[in-house]
């Protein structure tokens, strides 16, 4: 995971960058040449930490891209048909089996793991209500979008393209630090409560998934595989790649204790 350094960009790096004694330098040599001297901008004056508002508003921008990212992502895998990420293959099979769509259901099933959090006494942020929203609604565009791909030719690139652009959306969204997905929140609750490794607990949640999911009618395969084993690497690489300066403490939008040691996906 990334480590972010929230202390040197927020409130306190103004003292410690001395950046009041260069305003009064700069005022004093404005004044010797009968310059005025510039503004500090809003965002230093309204709220004391420069550049805050920058920096919000490029986090809601990585949250909600890398969301949207995410759902055309797991679209790709779906048309692609050589197997899915474990969540993806229980949203598949609940399909097949009521007719409803792969991304409604998984909506409906992050709400359900959400409710979860409750006994787990998990804190959900922005970006966990928005996740369980955000990825389903994408996942159907997406497919709306895409034509009926059958030859292999064409499915093998685009499993490819959605495992890529899976960790991308991944490192986007997780660098927002606007709170983890629903699912993973589940899991490292269950760390919490059980002191069982997140490895662990990960490994059990998403193996009794999958098996649930390929018994309905989901789809296991290569595509699967591949993507247990590239999308930490890949997430990894995007994750330093996206890393933004956390909030100050405080925030109403950030949940606090964010995993460290887990790759959180939606």
């Known amino acids: 995971m990334c480590q972010a350094t929230a202390t040197t960009q927020g409130g306190t790096s103004m003292s410690t960058t001395g950046s009041a004694s260069d305003a009064s330098t700069t005022g004093t040599s404005a004044s010797a040449v009968g310059t005025p001297a510039p503004a500090t901008g809003p965002s230093a004056s309204t709220t004391g930490i420069p550049g805050s508002g920058r920096r919000l508003g490029r986090r809601l921008v990585q949250l909600y891209a890398g969301l949207a990212l995410y759902g055309a992502s797991s679209a790709l895998l779906v048309a692609a048909g050589l197997g899915l990420e474990p969540w993806n293959v229980l949203h598949q099979g609940l399909a097949e089996l009521t007719g409803l ?3 409604v259901l998984s909506i409906i099933v992050g709400a359900a793991v959400l409710l ?4 787990l006494r998990q804190r959900p942020g922005l970006g966990t209500v ?3 929203f955000v990825v389903g609604l994408a996942m159907d565009g997406t497919l709306a979008l895409l034509p009926d791909v059958r030859s292999l030719a064409l499915r093998v690139p685009l499993l490819l393209a959605g495992i890529v652009l899976n960790g991308m959306a991944t ?7 606007f709170g983890p997905g629903p699912r ?5 609750g269950l760390h919490r409560r059980t002191g069982r490794s997140i490895r662990l607990t990960r490994t059990a949640v998403e193996v009794a998934v999958v098996i649930t999911g390929f018994l309905l009618g989901g789809t296991i395969g290569v595509g699967t595989v591949l993507y247990a084993v590239s999308i930490g690497p890949l997430a990894q690489v995007f994750l330093r ?3 933004v300066p956390p909030v100050p403490a405080g925030s109403t ?3 606090g204790g964010t995993p460290e040691r887990a790759i959180l996906r939606p």
Do not use: H, K
Not at 116 to 119: A, F, I, K, Y
Not at 184 to 188: A, N, R, S, Y
């Open 171 to 177: 490192g986007l969204y997780i660098a927002a630090r």
């Open 184 to 188: 993973d929140g589940l899991m490292t």
């Open 130 to 132: 928005s996740n369980v």
């Open 116 to 119: 979860l959090w409750v006994p």
């Open 101 to 103: 769509s792969i991304g």
């Open 253 to 255: 939008v950030v949940a």
């Open 241 to 243: 790649g996206f890393a």
